[in-house]
């Protein structure tokens, strides 16, 4: 809902999830969505070269829960 909350989720991805890659943040008018016409919003998750999650259209469609189940099996 605001750039902090998003700011949060970022954190605590790369936290908790000990990522080590880059992560975009895009700003609350979407300039990078728009820039790079990522629309329909969808979070994705690629190991390898293969997508090992597809989420739903966003924002309505964005399910953090599956989003750690996910993330969690790619460390298990």
Same mark, same amino acid.
């Given at each position: 809902?605001?750039?902090?909350?998003?700011?949060?989720?970022?954190?605590?991805?790369?936290?908790?999830?000990?990522?080590?890659?880059? $992560? =975009?943040?895009?700003?609350?008018?979407?300039?990078?969505?728009? %820039?790079?016409?990522?629309?329909?919003?969808? !979070?994705?998750? *690629?190991?390898?070269?293969? $997508? =090992?999650?597809?989420?739903?259209?966003?924002?309505?469609?964005? %399910?953090?829960?599956?989003?750690?189940?996910? !993330?969690?099996? *790619?460390?298990?």
């Amino acid at each position: 809902k605001t750039l902090e909350d998003r700011q949060q989720m970022v954190t605590w991805l790369v936290e908790q999830k000990d990522f080590q890659m880059p $992560i =975009v943040l895009d700003t609350l008018d979407d300039t990078l969505m728009r %820039a790079y016409n990522a629309w329909p919003i969808r !979070l994705y998750i *690629l190991r390898a070269g293969n $997508i =090992v999650y597809q989420g739903k259209q966003g924002p309505f469609g964005y %399910a953090p829960d599956e989003v750690d189940e996910a !993330l969690n099996n *790619l460390l298990s």
